[in-house]
């Protein structure tokens, strides 16, 4: 009996072998002798809100439409009450145009930018706090045997990382099941890509939780807020202003997610503590490798 693909129990999985992923790139070892990996591409892509020419991000260059929706609802220039009539994408000139039935306007807020600690440079504009004052998340409570079933599930679904490296993914769960996972060169694009899936589907985020393998900063303590998911988890740690901003608004965060451990350094009231950690398996560190291996 062949093992189960971890990919199978997804909505969206990553496609290590979709084409314009990657390229082979051909160098020479440690000892001199040739070798040949494969390498993530990045490719600009310029989002357009109706006629305006909001920002150009590096992105590998799937799933444009939904990082187009993500990018624009996560920086509060298309609300929940605007009504999209369409997302157009040319491929030729990696441009995508969101369309809303109301022409919008955001030169204040195009005027004001910050760059944030996002791998491929993120960029919020205007206020970086806009839309948390008086943001209630709710109470979800979260297993602990959720979390660890979760990080294994994950870590063994075949994805870029584990092909290619140099990319960061963000996966949208429900319990202990992972629905959405996407992946990008920046963590704020794989994340604004699960938001653009889930305006695009209607999808709540009330009882998910966000996995990513990247920091916990202050820009992903933010959108996961904003997108009204009350638990984020990471392989990686945390900043100090990331834990502080989920203490304000009452963001459960759980970082250094590796075998056995973790570290909850806000929202911790969430979580029930039911997983017997006798049965936990620690973490090879070679294990994620491991099984990118064909």
């Not at 009996?1 to 971890?6: A, T």
């Not at 490719?43 to 991000?57: D, H």
């Not at 870029?160 to 996972?181: F, K, M, N, Q, W």
């Not at 009452?250 to 997610?257: D, E, F, H």
Request: aromatic share 6%.
């Amino acid at each position: 009996m062949g093992l189960e693909n971890p990919s199978d129990e997804y909505l969206i999985a990553p496609d290590p072998g979709r084409a314009r992923l990657t390229r082979a790139v051909t160098g020479v070892d440690q000892t001199g002798a040739a070798s040949e990996i494969a390498v993530v591409e990045e490719r600009p892509l310029t989002i357009f809100l109706n006629s305006r020419e909001i920002v150009t991000a590096m992105t590998i260059g799937d799933y444009p439409e939904y990082l187009a929706v993500g990018f624009l609802r996560n920086q509060g220039m298309l609300a929940k009450a605007d009504v999209i009539t369409g997302v157009e994408y040319d491929d030729d000139l990696d441009v995508v145009v969101v369309r809303t039935e109301t022409e919008t306007d955001y030169e204040d807020k195009l005027a004001k930018k910050t760059r944030t600690s996002g791998c491929a440079v993120g960029t919020v504009f205007g206020d970086i706090m806009e839309g948390l004052e008086g943001l209630a998340l709710p109470h979800t409570q979260v297993r602990t045997s959720w979390l660890y079933a979760l990080a294994a599930k994950i870590n063994r679904t075949p994805s870029l990382y584990l092909s290619a490296g140099a990319i960061h993914g963000t996966v949208l769960c429900e319990g202990d099941r992972p629905l959405v996972y996407m992946e990008d060169v920046g963590r704020h694009n794989a994340v604004d890509k699960v938001a653009g899936w889930m305006r695009a589907e209607g999808i709540s985020g009330a009882d998910k939780i966000l996995y990513t393998t990247g920091r916990l900063t202050s820009e992903m303590v933010i959108k996961t807020a904003l997108m009204g998911i009350p638990v984020l988890a990471s392989r990686s740690g945390f900043t100090a202003w990331g834990v502080e901003i989920a203490r304000d608004v009452g963001l459960t965060v759980i970082g250094r997610m590796r075998g056995k451990r973790f570290i909850c350094l806000a929202g911790e009231d969430r979580l029930i503590w039911d997983a017997d950690l006798a049965q936990v398996a620690e973490e090879d560190p070679k294990s994620r490798r491991k099984s990118a291996q064909p």
